[in-house]
């Protein structure tokens, strides 16, 4: 597996190609998989843009709205056995149960922006996801 991350997260698996598109980015790479929430349709690919547990191509995603929102803020994706946690730019903190649900991650990708003032809340991101 391979993982890229330019203006999309590339995850490039064995047998299938994963593309998630941070808020306010452009579709850039071509995937079998597209996750987006601002996205509403996308051509040759199957697209999650709500939230949700999902299965195609052998890869699980799990996406989660934080804070009561519609549009999905935290992704869990298993490609390849392996366990990708991504978390946009808006996510402040994740509750407990949150936590619970999308269980133990072997990589976690926390996105920022560039108003993020306070770089250590966002570290203790990485602290939260690694309770397990």
Not at 23 to 29: D, H, I, S, T
Not at 33 to 51: D, G, Q, R
Not at 57 to 72: H, M, T
């Amino acid at each position: 597996m391979q993982i890229k991350f330019a203006t999309n997260l590339l995850i490039d698996g064995d047998k299938v190609k994963v593309v998630l598109i941070p808020e306010g980015a452009k579709l850039k790479e071509k995937g079998d998989i597209v996750i987006s929430s601002e996205l509403s349709a996308v051509e040759n690919a199957f697209l999650i843009n709500e939230p949700g547990e999902y299965e195609v191509k052998d890869v699980f995603v799990y996406a989660i709205s934080i804070n009561g929102g519609k549009n999905p803020r935290l992704f869990s994706i298993n490609v390849d056995g392996i366990t990708i946690v991504y978390l946009s730019a808006e996510v402040t903190e994740i509750p407990k149960h949150v936590i619970d649900e999308i269980g133990v991650d072997d990589i976690a990708i926390i996105d920022f922006n560039e108003s993020d003032a306070n770089l250590s809340e966002k570290i203790k991101l990485l602290d939260d996801l690694d309770q397990e």
